[in-house]
């Protein structure tokens, strides 16, 4: 096997900077791709947190002016990453979100932040800076999205370019009279370009022009083929359907093992289960539930949006609490959704508790104290949560939608009697059939043999990177002609 090189780029990666999964797969599959003979740089922006992990890195390369300011690489590893950091403090020395301001709205310069982001990674492909030149330039999402397009109106040699799509709803538009400002070409400005509906549109481009589009779960690449899921770009995604794979994630399994994990009350495994029982009760007191071994303890570690159906399940409390079952839930985001579960926590006290914010410590207790995870999304790529929750031992009642139907199988007759579920599906997705769900979840938790099964046979799957990182491999190899 020759050792290939991959210049990874995204705009979060775990542990530096994160605000959902993204930053979960980009820190992790690096690592991953290393026992498979790939050597992953990742570039990321030089936001304040990452400039200070890399505060021992070397400074490579210098940028005179990119998009209205002076900037630098500054190369080095932390967290056992090999990091190229994009430093231009006039685009990315601000603390918090890295995509919205304080005042909940996108920062105004958002298109020149991500731009940059992507022209650096084409700098850097096209052997523009000292940095050894990567076989393969892999952006992830719309914030990098732009990198194939910039890499492609160079013209003449240059790497393989992958676009990973975490999630169709996000897709990076901005005006049209930017097209000049951002370095493009006039004839760039294109239906076969990075035009999309009057726009410039960073994931349209990207997919209409990387030479490989993968996304998180083989469901999730057959849906937004559809209109429904597709978001606009499933004529695109059609078009180009002959290079585009579904490649489920992983998850970090040393980062989550219920056996090692240092935020658990006490270690666990499938053999020895006392541990959970001790994270059950640190949960419930820490979330001001009623210390009871026989609750059915839900949990929610999410997101507060649209997309993860979080207001069904405000909806179906009423059938949680009368099944007997509490819910604790940690998770931010849209206001109404914060505010129906804080109303739902002073509506029925000791049986709901819920967090606002953002709380990595929590999230792993969670995990391991629930004996079930809800994951109700109205559409997911992949999903990590089910995973992390299978690993510990909670078992997931999911949505069955993209990578979440691809993950879990479900608790039905067939599957139950050949001894293989892992979960619940709930089918379609909606207030009703959540509720029924939380129904059968009930009387399932009332059947201790069939419940244990089920939670064994999750923590008996395999989560982690390994299988994922073989085909992300295979891909790039495949696509850069080396066996
Ligand atoms: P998405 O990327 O759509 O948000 P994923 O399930 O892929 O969904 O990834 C979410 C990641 O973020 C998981 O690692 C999850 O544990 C974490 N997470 C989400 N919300 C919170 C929170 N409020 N506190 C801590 N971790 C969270
Ligand atoms: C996105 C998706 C989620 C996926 C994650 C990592 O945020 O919403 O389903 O797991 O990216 O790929």
Redesign the pocket.
Known sequence: MTALAVLSVASEV?PLV????????AGALPGALAAEGVAVRTLVPGYPKVMKALEGGTAVHAFADLFGGPARLVAGTASGLDLIALDAPHLFARDGNPYVGPDGRDWPNNAFRFAALARAAADIGLGRTPLPVPDVVHAHDWQAAMAPAYLHYAGGARPGTVVTV??LAFQGQFPAELLGPLGLPPHAYAVDGIEYYGTIGYLKAGLQLADRITT?SPTYAAEILEPEAGMGLDGLLRVRAGALAGII?G?DVDVWNPATDPLLPAAFDARRLKGRAKAKAALQQAMGLAVDPGALVLGV?????W??GLDLLVDALPVLVGEGAQLAL???GEPALEQGFAAAQARWPGRIGC??????A??HLI?AGSDAIL?P?RF?????????AMRYGAVPIVARVG?LADTVIDANEMALAAGVATGLHVAPIGRERLEAALRRAASLWNDPPTWRRLQKNGMATDVSWTHPARRYAALYRDLVGRD
Do not use: F, M, W
């Open positions: 775990y994160k605000t959902g999964g993204l930053a979960d797969v975490h999630n998180v994630n998850i570690v999410s997101r507060l949006s997309q993860k940690l998770g931010a967090r606002i914010g953002y709380d990595e929590l999230a995990q994951v999304s997911e790529p992949c999903g990590l949560t089910q995973l992390c990578g």
